[in-house]
Every structure is written in C-alpha cells, then in structure tokens.
T-cell receptor, first 111, second 114 residues
Framework: DAKTTQPPSMDCAEGRAANLPCNHS???????VYWYRQIHSQGPQYIIH???NNETNEMASLIITEDRKSSTLILPHATLRDTAVYYC????????????FGTGTRLQVFP | DAGITQSPRHKVTETGTPVTLRCHQT?????MYWYRQDPGHGLRLIHY???????DKGEVSDGYSVSRSKTEDFLLTLESATSSQTSVYFC?????????????FGPGTRLTVL
C-alpha cells in the first residue's frame, strides 16, 4: 500500500503557484520523498526528491516539514502544460526498491 | 528523453492467447521495471530486474513472467491472457547511484484482452 495521502484533485490558475500537499506521517528516517507526474496517458516523469532539506530544481521546489511527516510540491508559475496527475512517493535508499504509486493528485491548471 | 521504447504500442488479443511485450533501452541502465496502470489506480509494479538474468516479483506478479537475457531488453509475458490483464503497461529503467533512484518511463503499451 502507498504510504502517502494526497488530495484527489486541485485547481490552479495559470501563472499562479501550485502547492500540492502530501502526508507521509509514517515515513522512516532513511526514506526519501519523491515526486513524479503523469501528463495525460504518458509515462510518469520524475520531478524532484528530498530527504529532509528543502530542494529546488528547474521544475519545482520541495518543502519537507521539520518532522518529515508531510511535504509540499511547489510549481512556482503553473502553466497549462502542468495539468497532470502528481504522485508523492516515499522510498528507502536501496537501489532495488520499487516505487509504490498511490492515486496521486489531479492538478488542473486553468487559463 | 531517456532512450526507452516499448513494443507493441497497442495490442488487442483474445483470452487464453500468449502475449509478449518488449521493453528496449539504449541507456545501458542496470534496473528495469514493468508496471501496469488501471483506472482508479496508480501504477503497480509487476516485475523488475536488477541485471541480466536477475529478476524479482513486484506486487501484482501473478499471471506474468519476465525475462532479461540482454541488458537492453526486458520482456513481459502473459502466458495465457485474461480479461483482467487488460491494462496499460509501462516499462521503466533506472541507474541508481547511491541513494538516488530516478526512474525513466517508456511511452506505454495499451493491451486489450477480449
């Protein structure tokens, strides 16, 4: 079973920041938080990951609370092309460990 | 984009027939995965491979077998397809480095079992 809880859907206006929450209250000390997204019927795409520090890359920022029980993915200036299902995944740092997807959050960006 | 192709991209078959899906990579990544995706579910892992001839089961492996005789190819076989195996199948690859394990996904294969 997925070890994360996400809202099933969210809306965001184009150009505004999209803040996608994820609850992972049972996360273990060595587990990472990964975010992927799936646009329409394409294969999922990696966005970002982190352990305890906030992370930023060219796509998004990841804010992890100090107790690591929740995190927020931030798309700073959402575009229509960011409309997708976003998956928050927790995973231990072992090479063979699999990604366990939940049902994710369907983000709809509107004009 | 990572060099991953899946074939066929679409297939319609009948119950009881064998089906093989192919995943081919040009990245020389060590790890390869097969997932299925059904409405109302996220992706669920079927089987994965951590090297040539090294494979293991995922969470929904019943009714599926895999083989990996070369680094670049990972085959998923349905020995006797059933309607419950109608799904979209995604292949993924990764080359884990330390704690980092980004998976790159293929375009998917839509399989319909009548």
């Amino acid at each position: 079973d997925a070890k994360t809880t996400q809202p099933p859907s969210m809306d965001c206006a184009e150009g505004r920041a999209a803040n996608l929450p994820c609850n992972h209250s049972t996360i273990s000390g060595n587990e990472y938080v990964y975010w992927y997204r799936q646009i329409h019927s394409q294969g999922p795409q990696y966005i970002i990951h982190g352990l305890k520090n906030n992370e930023t890359n060219e796509m998004a920022s990841l804010i992890i609370t100090e107790d690591r029980k929740s995190s927020t993915l931030i798309l700073p200036h959402a575009t229509l092309r960011d409309t997708a299902v976003y998956y928050c995944i927790v995973k231990p740092p072992y090479n063979t460990d699999k990604l366990i997807f939940g049902t994710g959050t369907r983000l709809q960006v509107f004009p | 984009d990572a060099g991953i192709t899946q074939s066929p991209r679409h297939k319609v078959t009948e119950t009881g027939t064998p089906v093989t899906l192919r995943c081919h990579q040009t990245e020389n990544h060590r790890y390869m995965y097969w997932y299925r995706q059904d409405p109302g579910h996220g992706l669920r892992l079927i089987h994965y491979s951590y090297g040539v001839k090294d494979t293991d089961k995922g969470e929904v492996s019943d009714g599926y077998s895999v083989s990996r005789s070369k680094t670049e190819d990972f085959l998923l076989t349905l020995e006797s397809a059933t309607s419950s195996q109608t799904s979209v199948y995604f292949c993924a690859i990764s080359e884990a480095s330390g704690d980092y394990n980004e998976q790159f996904f293929g375009p998917g294969t839509r399989l319909t079992v009548l």
